[in-house]
């Protein structure tokens, strides 16, 4: 069964950066892995940051470009979204999620953006 842990999260004020992780498990050997990063407002619906598919190509939802960088670590299992200028809109929970996909990963949108496996959250709040 895929586990998937995030942390990193945290209150920073407008302007600062965080670093989110998550480090997932019971990945299968072998098989190829879409993994994304998601976040959900207050009173919003869950939406897509980023995915990056078993080739490495990072896809970034278009309100996400620019500001938000994802990266993967291969050898540790861990996915990292890198979180720079940030805006109190961004205060959401944030999601890892990953879907057994070789060489692709789903749309945003939809029901769970296409993701199988997800954690359970981490908070950032920011504050202006």
């Known amino acids: 069964q895929v586990q998937l842990v995030e942390s990193g999260g945290g209150s920073v004020q407008a302007g600062g950066s965080l670093r989110l992780s998550c480090e997932a498990s019971g990945l299968i050997y072998g098989i190829s892995y879409c993994m994304g990063w998601y976040r959900q407002a207050p009173g919003e619906e869950r939406e897509g940051v980023g995915t990056i598919d078993s080739t490495g190509r990072i896809t970034y939802a278009d309100s996400m470009k620019g500001r938000f960088t994802i990266s993967k670590d291969n050898a540790k299992n861990t996915l990292a979204l890198q979180m720079n200028s940030l805006k109190p809109e961004d205060t959401a929970m944030y999601y890892c999620?990953?879907?057994?996909?070789?060489?692709?990963?789903?749309?945003?949108?939809?029901?769970?953006?296409?993701?199988?496996?997800w954690g359970k959250g981490t908070l950032v709040t920011i504050s202006s």
């Open positions: 999620a990953a879907i057994q996909a070789n060489g692709w990963c789903p749309k945003f949108g939809g029901r769970s953006n296409g993701m199988a496996y």
